[in-house]
Every structure is written in structure tokens, then in C-alpha cells.
């Protein structure tokens, strides 16, 4: 079992991993299939630039808290890869915001457009066009 600690430790180096390959969210398609899954990447604590967190009407950051051990049932808190299909919007983009051992959450985000001041890396959010 990791220390939270050790999760957090995990999460700044996923981070720092991302921004440095210049890790970018993953869009969701439209027919999405079981490798997608394998698509999202792990950005940790890292938003890239020109991307920002989506967020509800309260102002918190959209994320979906999901089974990552392939063992989850319907009846837990995290969702199961099935549940995760139907939560997920086609168009909007993903990336694994925090990870532990078994569950980690996956955030929503969307592209700006714009560059940040400190950003050595832009490149108009490198998507397709989604309508």
C-alpha cells in the first residue's frame, strides 16, 4: 500500500516528466475503443501550455475518479472502464491528474489557444479541430 507521501512524490514526477516531453491531454474520439484508454497520459500536478483544467458551475476542476486495476465492480466509488466510456465527452480532452496504486483520476481539460508567458513549447494546443 503507497503512503500518501509516496502518491504525491509519483504525481510531481509524472509532472515534471510531461512538461518535459511536452506531454499534451489526450481528445477523446468519438468511437471510442478499449485502446484509447491507453492514450490518456499522466500529467500529474503539470497543465500544459495553451490548456487549462475544464470546471463545473461551482468553479472545481471536472475530474472522473476511476478504477485503474482492471478489478473495480459497478458497486464501487471508482468508476469501472465501462462506466468511464459513458462519463467521457467525444471532443473533450483527458489526461490522468493524480494516481495511486489502484484509483487515480482523470481530469478534464480544454485548449486556449493562447501561449503562456513562461512557455518554451506552444503549438496552437496540437489538435484536430473538433466540432
Not at 500500500?1 to 516528466?17: C, F, S
Not at 500536478?45 to 468553479?59: K, T
Not at 466509488?77 to 494516481?99: D, K
Request: proline share 5%.
Amino acid at each position: 500500500m503507497l503512503t500518501l507521501p509516496q502518491i504525491n512524490e509519483m504525481n510531481r514526477e509524472a509532472g515534471a516528466l510531461a512538461k518535459a516531453d511536452a506531454t499534451l491531454p489526450f481528445v477523446w474520439p468519438q468511437d471510442p475503443e478499449l485502446e484509447d484508454l491507453a492514450s490518456i497520459p499522466n500529467l500529474g500536478e503539470y497543465v500544459p501550455c495553451g490548456w487549462e483544467r475544464r470546471r463545473n458551475n461551482h468553479g472545481y476542476g471536472i475530474s472522473h475518479f476511476v478504477d485503474i486495476s482492471g478489478l473495480g465492480s459497478e458497486g464501487e466509488l471508482a468508476l469501472t472502464t465501462e462506466q468511464l466510456f459513458a462519463a467521457l465527452t467525444p471532443g473533450h480532452a483527458y489526461a490522468f491528474i493524480e494516481v495511486g496504486q489502484f484509483q487515480g483520476y482523470i481530469g478534464a481539460f480544454k485548449c486556449t489557444k493562447s501561449k503562456c508567458e513562461d512557455c518554451e513549447y506552444f503549438d496552437g494546443c496540437n489538435i484536430r479541430e473538433v466540432s
